[in-house]
């Protein structure tokens, strides 16, 4: 009776993973429990863009924290991986205003109710694609705690932080410089400048010394700026300015009389090497200029017009006609020294292209100092690791260089900043509750500020609001700290330092243990993907063509610690082809064992016998074992309940991989827990072990059956969290499963069933193998062409154990025969080779043609020897040598060690054939 087949013939991922993905999430596997007795393993999803949609980066940041997720609640961990989205200001700005923008309207002209309105709308309809896309990548997610930065519960959060860190004097007002568009009348965020090469001109200006002869040369691009200067700088260790240094400089066309100050960021290569500073109107120079105490002079207003403070002869002009009233001045008066091309890049207005302006205006802050100080200390003292180490270096570079952080942004999508003016008194109220009215005077006709928070602002208290904070709730309880964060070193800054410095401030405890830092995924060639490269892969459509879990276990395979990825189709279908693999050996043992076959689910493996058993062997035990030997094989002979060597030695591999396994998620090794499953299960389960049990299958060895089930049960839990689909889908054919391997427990090591003497025995039978199967491919026997082997025992050889083994060698080397014998006899035609401490001899029968493989290698080793001469002859060239780049030589150096490898292999070949 041929046993029932229990999974489709191949693999089709899609409708598996539709199946299992529901599962899932319909038995509420991924919820965790709150309270619990048991240890918690907690993480908070960096939260994507509303707008996002998956991309390459997304993958490989959202894949790694679900494997250790996986991991961790595979070993009974109580396990919460709390998902959300992030509100994404500018981001959502762009889509609404470019949909506006469609109708011919404008954010000004529908109003700011209307606009959000608009925009809770597009959330409502669109926000949910990426936690879809999440869903499908099979990120183990607990939705039913799932948060939106602009929920209620996350704005309330952020509002009490902004009072409590205003009230401590931790935010205030300052002015600031923004980018500033003097058409729209509005102010731009950084990314919605575009910047463009624009050939201009450098201007040299002569400033002269006061009560002195001297003077002292700037170069700018924008000399109408020259008006609002209040410093000159120069580098303090450039000789050229030394007696420069606290001198006190004309400023020309105007009666003001500025200082030379001496700073490390002055570029020593810039123009003359001393600069104008003006802090009201370049940004470089208001952080010099905060940094020295200097005033702000604003010369040109919100319209781009010249202001009072330019002078009465410019008051009014338009930027750019001023521009060029300064120069004819600086020009008559004998300050201007010369004028050079310059191509520099400037910014413009991503709407109407307008050239943006600098301009200053009164923006909130967050006193960052104070803050900083704990974020760096918790480093320090190891409370918070990063991974790799190497990034702790780039956070302290940043921490010890921190500014105030300007958190108000002139939006309108976000947490309106909960501050109020009063028209009649100037008073300035922040508060939990909107006031009525003024405290100091009673006006009632009180003004919200018209700006919203930095995004980074309210995802830098995610770890814990998303907990329920400021309420002390039980989730807070259980599960803060957290204890890993997976994230891009680009946001170390904008977000990690945020979280850390917020969190300890707010909760007085660190938010997270461990910062995973991802690398970025880049194509072969190294370059970063972009889509306007036209190089980047879609993670969506290579699931659809392969897959999740190929795609998966291809991020987990490239994810080197420090290292970025190189990704490429290829390695997707090579992962692919790992699932059939896995599926076809999944096949076969379920096809092997039977209902009763052997436990699964944890317990050790019993060697069984017994009536299921029993039954089993009659079936496979039918179909007569299709060997031909010579040697005996005692595995059919005897009682079939013993494990064979194969299945000792595959425990014996398997409690390795266990430990190897745990180790290196532990360290966060990704790619080396992938490589290390990876190898255990293709090459030694399925192209050993599978091979070496169909004997003692066939004979009925009820021992084999059930390690075969163990083993299959084991890998399957060992690389669920990677390829969570494919291994939920087999493991539930098994005899025995249980709910889900999502809950399933992970192997954990078994040094019981390490086995050394198995090992070196298997090894000896895989060395004959091998060098089998070398000689066959070296000397092109076809695979379907049987041989007969013979072995010499040198000393050392263990010949019981080859005979024990025939069968498998037979099998596994595609021989007619093998036989052990003290001296080959004379005069027959063999192949040779050595095998540990086995002399080889393959015998050829009608396998290859000799006079045809002898033409093929005298042919083929003709063109090596003239390679070889050639490479040679280019190294021994003094002229190549010594004026090719190094690159070319090495290149040409290890191909002539190449070829010489091949030739004395060919050469080695042709002298086998020859001696038949
Ligand atoms: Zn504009
Ligand atoms: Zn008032």
Redesign the pocket.
């Known amino acids: 009776m041929p046993a029932k087949p229990v999974l489709d013939k191949s693999y089709d991922p899609k409708p598996v993973e539709d199946k299992w993905g529901k599962f899932w999430l319909d038995e509420k596997l991924f919820v965790a429990e709150a309270p619990s007795g048991r240890k918690k393993f907690s993480m908070a999803l960096p939260p994507p863009n509303v707008t996002g949609s998956l991309h390459m980066g997304h993958a490989l940041c959202f894949t790694l924290p679900d494997i250790i997720v996986r991991w961790k609640r595979m070993q009974g961990f109580n396990t919460l991986w709390l998902p959300g989205t992030d509100h994404a200001s500018i981001a959502v700005h762009n889509v609404i205003e470019k949909m506006l923008d469609e109708k011919g309207l404008t954010r000004e002209k529908v109003g700011r109710e209307e606009f959000l309105k608009i925009a809770w709308d597009w959330k409502a309809k669109y926000g949910g694609i990426i936690t879809s896309q999440l869903k499908k990548l099979g990120c183990s997610l607990d939705w039913s705690r799932e948060r939106f930065t602009m929920d209620k519960g996350l704005s309330g959060a952020v509002r009490k932080v902004f009072v409590d860190l205003h009230k401590e004097g931790l935010i205030y007002r300052g002015y600031y410089l923004v980018n500033h568009c003097p058409h729209c009348m509005t102010v731009l965020s950084d990314i919605e400048v575009e910047h463009k090469d624009h050939q201009a001109k450098l201007y040299y200006i002569k400033y002269p010394i006061a009560d002195s002869k001297d003077s002292i040369t700037v170069a700018t691009t924008r000399p109408e700026t020259m008006l609002g200067d209040t410093a000159i700088a120069v580098h303090p260790d450039d000789p050229r300015f030394k007696k420069l240094h606290g001198a006190r400089v004309l400023l020309p066309l105007t009666e003001r009389v500025i200082p030379v100050i001496t700073d490390e960021t002055v570029e020593l290569d810039f123009g003359t090497g001393a600069v104008k500073v003006t802090p009201a109107h370049d940004p470089t120079d208001f952080a010099l200029g905060k940094k020295h105490g200097l005033p702000q002079v604003i010369v040109i207003d919100g319209s781009g017009k010249m202001t009072d403070a330019a002078g009465a002869v410019f008051k009014g002009l338009d930027r750019f006609d001023a521009r060029e009233r300064v120069l004819d001045r600086l020009r008559e008066q004998g300050y201007l020294v010369k004028e050079e091309d310059y191509e520099h890049a400037v910014g413009h207005c991503y709407r109407c292209k307008t050239v943006i302006e600098p301009h200053l205006s009164w923006q909130w802050f967050v006193k960052i100092g104070p803050l900083a100080k704990e974020a760096i200390r918790v480093v320090e003292t190891g409370e918070i690791r990063f991974i790799p180490a190497n990034w702790t270096k780039t956070y302290y570079e940043w921490m010890y260089n921190i500014h105030d952080w300007c958190i108000s942004r002139q939006l309108w999508w976000g947490h309106r900043i909960p501050a109020w003016y009063?028209p009649?008194?100037g008073?300035v109220i922040v508060a939990m509750d909107d006031p009525a009215s003024?405290p100091?005077?009673g006006?009632t006709k009180l003004k919200q500020d018209d700006d919203v928070l930095d995004t980074w602002f309210s995802s830098g208290l995610w770890p814990f609001t998303t907990l329920g904070w400021p309420e002390k709730t039980v989730d807070l309880e259980t599960f803060y700290p957290t204890d890993l964060m997976s994230t891009g070193f680009d946001i170390i800054f904008f977000w990690v330092a945020r979280m850390i410095m917020l969190g300890l401030k707010f909760t007085g405890k660190i938010p997270f243990r461990y910062v995973f830092i991802n690398g970025l995924v880049r194509d072969m060639k190294r370059r970063k993907m972009s889509k306007s490269e036209g190089n980047s892969i879609d993670p969506l459509e290579m699931i659809e063509k392969y897959g999740t879990d190929a795609l998966r276990f291809t991020l987990a395979a490239l994810a080197i610690p420090g290292m970025d990825l190189s990704l490429s189709e290829e390695r997707m279908a090579g992962c692919r082809a790992f699932a059939n693999k896995i599926w076809n050996a999944s096949r076969f043992v379920l096809m092997n064992i039977d209902e009763g076959g052997a436990a699964t689910g944890g317990g050790a493996p019993a060697p069984r016998s017994g009536t299921a058993a029993d039954k089993a062997t009659d079936e496979t035990a039918a179909a007569p074992a299709p060997r031909s030997g010579t040697a005996a094989d005692k595995a059919t002979d005897e009682t079939a309940a013993e494990p064979t060597l194969a299945d000792r030695w595959i425990r014996s591999r398997l409690a390795k991989v266990i430990a190897e396994l745990n180790e290196s998620l532990e360290g966060y090794r990704f790619f080396e827990a992938a490589d290390k499953i990876y190898h255990f299960l293709w090459d030694e389960f399925c192209d050993w072990y599978i091979e070496l049990a169909k004997p003692a299958l066939k004979a009925g060895n009820t021992a084999t059956r059930a390690t075969l089930t163990e083993a299959l049960d084991q890998t399957l839990r060992l690389l669920h969290p990677f390829m969570p689909f494919i291994t939920e889908e087999i493991w539930h054919q098994l005899p025995g499963a249980g709910k889900s391997l999502v809950t399933a427990a992970f192997p954990e090591p078994r040094p019981g069933w390490e086995d050394a003497g198995a090992e070196a025995q298997m090894k000896e039978i895989q060395d004959i193998v091998i060098t089998v199967r070398t000689l066959r491919t070296e000397n092109k026997i076809p695979p379907q062409s049987k041989v007969s082997l013979w072995l010499k025992p040198h000393d050392g050889a263990d010949t019981r154990l080859i005979e024990d083994n025939a069968a498998s060698a037979v099998s596994l080397a595609n021989l007619s025969g093998l036989s052990v014998m003290k001296e080959f006899p004379a005069g027959k035609k063999l192949l040779k080779g050595m095998a540990g401490a086995w002399e080889i001899g393959i015998l050829l029968e009608a396998a290859i043609d000799t006079g045809q493989e002898r033409q093929r290698l005298e042919k083929e080793l003709a063109k090596l020897e003239a390679e070889v001469e050639k490479a040679a002859g280019r190294l021994g060239n003094a002229d190549f040598v010594g004026r090719a780049p190094r690159e070319v030589v090495e290149e040409t150096r290890a191909k002539l060690e190449e070829l010489e490898k091949k030739r004395d292999k060919t050469k080695e070949h042709l002298s086998n054939i020859l001696a038949l």
């Open positions: 009063c009649d008194c008073e003024c100091r005077c006006g």
